[in-house]
């Protein structure tokens, strides 16, 4: 589904991707594991098309389309989803109509229905259940004042309703006390179906533990330096990253 | 991704939509300003003595003033010096219907054309309509239905022929024909607009409607509203105005007064699209407004809610004077420049009564080239015990060729009054962009999103359909102009 | 902005003062500098007085009329009292410096001075040397950022330009000593002095001003500052004023502040004196990484009179302005503020922030607040908050309840409110002297 060859990225003149090779397929979840300024979301927003992040090398596939030439809502409305690690305000927004806006969206490229208010309605009242909160969270305005875990809850609404193929959740557990940690993760694990690919971005291993993965790539200074199955969590949780960082040398800032 | 200066470059500009010129016949002073036009025209209009010897005195205060040249100059608007002698000052639809059968087919075609409909089956919408061709009320629907709660609701010139008293008990109560140099102007040669009064504990079941259309050329419009709401009576009133398109300025100076009794409201919402002039600012009306209400009453209210889209130059300031104790006022606008457009407009909130409070948000966008200014003034006199204001003003910039200007005045004689002004500034950024983008919202989409988040607040005092108009008309303003 | 003024009424006498001028010693100055004064004599005759009619907005609030009618004169030379160091004190900030330079009644004071010539660190002096010593550096400054074109109080203080302070600090240096520069006015009815300060900055280097003014005399008199000060790139001013004329003076301040690439200016003022008081002050952020800290506060009762004028002009990308004012006002007094911030086309990334606070304590007092923006880019930050109002009945209620009386809690509540001005004085004793001021200033309501 999702195949990454050679990556290299850079925000402004720094390079932060130095090289990044990943293939994923249809229904695997993986993680991807990694000091601060390993990466980690620089490769996020690239494969997003974030302008500020610059592809200099490399390619990326998605259902065998070159993703790298599309514009950010061709992605998409593709079926890429990313789920943002502070995802931004937009005052006076509601997050249904806003949600609305994005799912007719993605309908109407693909020659779908779209729908009207009260099916959506139906279909938001159903799925804000799933970051178990109420109809009336869909009622305010984007991200305005909601706090860390209303924030992360607000992501995942987001990805239930949009149903993407593949979803890139750059540190949905940051900030999280251990309730949310479990509604975010029940949420996520919700969304684990044969089709649906994700690529779960994190520091820490504790949601590793709730959402378990496929497999687990270690990411340092940009680039890959391990990968293997769900129980490198575990090693990392007990040596930390020093071992790759040390042999990387300095981090390449996020 | 594409930014949004880029797609400022890239686009196209929009046309304005109401810009069709209807041909009918039109009965007019020639161009000028003297005693012979404002007598003429008071003839014309078979007014009592009183009241043209009003128009006299404005006429003359009027024509003291540009001698002087004391012309208002505080403004945040340039534009060449107006000839008021070139101006015609009264035109009108030769004939004058009776019945809405009678009106010319070209206008109700017109009114078509601007979505508004006269017939029966708006009125069963709830929405009575008195529409302003030019410098005359060429219909008015619903009225009797009105008139059986004791309603008035009709043209002004109807008013001062059936109910002489109450319009010489509160014209000029409010704006008197001194208040400022275009109130005289319109106080000299004011020729038609509507009237409303609502009775004594009656809450008016419909929306009251007017719509001002500028049709002929080298016309000046000035209308005259006037809308009293006597004691424990509520009403919602609505404007609009359209205008073709014509390569001269044209001048709009309207004046409205509002008057609350004790424990009455007044909800006041305009949506004005006067003709901007085009993509090199080139024509466009000037709209020189004067919009003042009065909480004469304890416990009254008047709120003022305008989106302004159109016009080459606006300056305006509805403004509302709290005498009455506990009495209440709102300001919620939206002004909306592209273009070449200016716009200076705002408030002023006159504290005189005690426990009075008032509300200002303001929310102004500018794009392109256009200059878009809030000027508003809270006073507290110093009886005003207890007086409370709060404002917010909030500033949008599209492109890095547009201004975008605040000035408040805030102005405390009392040490009992509690004042909080905020104001910020921004534009829509490229991560709340690229976040609607990632959801799959197209740039073009996602810009509007973001606006019509930006003025929220005021949309939502709209009246429910008025509120979807000023939704679609920022949209179809702002595309071509955005993203 | 149209600015419109009132004629000069009595013409005849300030051509007779400007003409006494050059008898009086000012015939021998270079120049430059009597051509300097000639223009500006000749822009003040035809601006005349400012005026608080319709249209007016600068001066909408504050009316000069009883200054411009009033004959001034210059104090008589002969009538500079001797003073001694202990008798201005009170004006000295604590009068710990050893860099200060005196001037009375418009004249440079010797013996009250403690002036500076270290051309690797300091120059203080007094314009009668430096025009001699340092003119090129003089010339090249004076007059060209405080704008006697269009203001006519600067028009004024230009055209009896004679003497004044130079702090001149020259690339790299850190001056650890603070530098005073005190103007007193001792001779009391219907004189006029026209204070002048020139401080030059060069590249990186740190300095702090003092800048006092006040009253040994009662009467009408009239200061008419003008303070320039230019900040080269990388150069940090921190500049804190304090005003304490005498009950009946007429203040008119203006202090003009250019800031270079990477520099940075902090200013706290304090006005608590004069019975008219209006202070202009003008930041241009002229280059990129500047930034700028304004605060002020004005204390005010009787029939006093106090107006802020401030303008943070930023015309570079990447500046930044910090602005906060708080006023505390009692009596009937009036006090004014009028803030603009200008974002000139192309300055991106600006970051500016103005507030404005006023407390008011009795029922007769007026406050007038224009905080205003002028924006022409737009990818900025800017955003400004006014309030007004009295003391907060719960917090009053919360301190008696702790024991207070009515009396100790209001003043504790309004030191606390000044507070946050004066906290924003880096210099430890010089902010204790400053609190000591407002703290003097409550006990007397």
Known sequence: MLEIKNLHASVGDVEILKGVNLSVNAGEVHAIMGPNGSGKSTLANALAGHANYKVTAGSVTFDGKDLLAQPPEQRARAGLFLSFQNPIEIPGVRLDHFLRAGLNAVNKSKGLEELDVLKFDRLIAKKVKVVEMDRAFARRAVNEGFSGGERKRSEILQMAVLEPKLAILDEPDSGLDVDALRVVSEGINELRSPERSLLLITHYQRILSYVVPDFIHIIVNGRFVRSGGKELALEIEAEGYDKYTEAAGAPAGE | MTTSNEVVQQAAAQEYKYGFITDIEAESTPPGLNEDIVRWISAKKEEPEWLLEWRLRALRHFLTLLEKEQLPAWANVSYPPINFQDIIYYSAPKSRPESLEEVDPEILETYRKLGISLDEQKLLAGVAVDAVFDSVSVATTFKTELAKQGIIFGSFSDAVREHPDLVRKYLGSVVPYTDNFYASLNAAVFTDGSFCYIPKGVRCPVDLTTYFRINAAGTGQFERTLIIADDDSYVSYLEGCSAPMRDENQLHAAVVELVTEENAEIKYSTIQNWYPGDANGKGGIYNFVTKRGRCEGRNSKISWTQVETGSAITWKYPSVILKGDNSIGEFYSVALTKGHQQADTGTKMVHIGKNTRSTIISKGISAEHAENTYRGQVKVMPNADNARNITRCDSLLIGDQCGAHTTPYVEVRNNSAKLEHEAYTSRVSEDQLFYCNQRGISLEDAQALVINGFCKEVFSKLPFEFAVEATRLLEVNLEGTVG | MTTQNIPVSNLDQYIAAFEG??????????????????????????????????????????????????????????????????????????????????????????????????????????????????????????????????????????????????????????????VLILHLSADGKDTVTHPRTLVVAAKDSKVTILESYGGLADGAYFANAVTEIILEPGAEVRHYRMQRQSEQAYHVATTSVTLSEGSSYTSVALDMGGKLTRNNLNALVAGEGASCVLNGAYLVTGRQHVDNQVIIDHASPHTTSRELYKGVLDGRSQAVFHGSIIVQRGAQKVDAKQEDRNLLLSDHCEADTRPAFWIYADDVKCAHGASSGKLDDDALFYLKSRGLDEQEARSLLTKGFVHDITATIAHESIRAHTEAAVSGWLEKL
Do not use: C, M
């Open chain 3, 21 to 178: 001028l050059e008898q009086n010693g000012a015939a021998q100055d270079p120049a430059w500098l009597r051509q300097l004064r000639l223009d500006a004599f000749h822009r003040f005759t035809e601006l005349g007085f400012p005026t608080a009619r319709r249209g007016n907005e600068e001066w909408k609030y504050t009316d000069v009329g009883p200054l411009a009618k009033t004959a001034f004169q210059s104090p008589a030379s002969t009538a500079v009292p001797v003073l001694d160091f202990q008798s201005v004190q009170p004006f000295t900030y604590g009068g710990a410096t050893g860099n200060r330079i005196v001037f009375v009644n418009g004249a440079y004071s010797e013996s009250l001075s403690s002036v500076a010539r270290h051309p690797e660190s300091l120059t203080l002096a007094p314009f009668s040397q430096a025009l001699s010593l340092d003119g090129d550096l003089v010339q090249r400054h004076l007059g060209k950022n405080a704008d006697y074109k269009e203001q006519a109080f600067v028009a004024l203080n230009t055209a009896f330009l004679h003497d004044g302070a130079l702090v001149h600090v020259p690339e790299g240096a850190v001056v650890e000593e603070p």
